[in-house]
């Protein structure tokens, strides 16, 4: 059985959920305590899976059996279920795999529900593996951070037009700057003109969304798993318990030693 890989109160306003959702609340239910989820319905294959093995009782007795704090929590794999101390455990299944439903408008903040998958070399396609889920602890991220991120992708593309509309009027605009102001001014507006239409228009440019950049400098996220992973849902209340599960002290397998059950998920009434 091969092993997955997975390479305090809301905000007000902020973190309430603005798209309605089809699909009913769900409970989990864990013996650190309750947790409600929403379910996406612009992911509806995996969030209809998940419903549908929600009803199944299928997560009933499972453990969260790999917790990495300030990362994620994942749980429901089947082997988990009465599975003795110590073992290794986490077993996925490729019957139950899903093709992935990125959407740009979810992210990896803290509560997200997604779906884990094996790496990308066995599963270039990305697809999940639908027979566990996680949910994401995050960390919180500095703004000067976020700006980091978004400069290491930008700063180059900069500077690559700089190179190559700046830097071969240097000589003149120096010449300029000591002989004639007005004529150095007038050039140097004309040059930075075209520099800053240039990087206006340039492809490849990357800017973190304002929902995620407060969401990330205030309750914290995941950032590296986006794009990478599908989010099909999100924890509405019960986010302490989350940090309870991710402050377990856990073996070299990342499972917490005093088990993390999830006593039951299900629909609420």
Known sequence: MR????????????LSVKAQTNYPTVVIETNYGTMKAMLY????????????LVKQGYFNGTLFHRVIKEFMIQGGAQDSRNAPAGAQIGGGRTDMDI?????????????ALAAPRRGDNENPRKKSDASQFYIVHGKVYTQGRLDSMEMAVNVPIKNKIIREHYLPHKDDLAKLKATDAGAFNAMLDSVLHVVDSLYEAA??????PAELKEAYSTIGGAHHLDGEYTVFGEVTEGLEVIDK????????????????????IYIEN
């Open 3 to 14: 092993k997955i890989i997975l390479f305090t109160l809301f905000l007000a306003g902020f």
């Open 41 to 52: 319905d612009d992911t509806p294959n995996h969030s209809s899976h998940f419903l549908k």
């Open 99 to 111: 093709m992935p439903e990125f959407r740009d408008n979810y992210f990896h903040k803290k509560g």
């Open 203 to 208: 492809p490849g440019k990357f800017f973190l």
């Open 245 to 264: 599960i991710a402050a377990l002290p856990v073996d070299g397998n990342n499972r917490p030693k005093k088990d993390a059950k999830i006593l039951r």
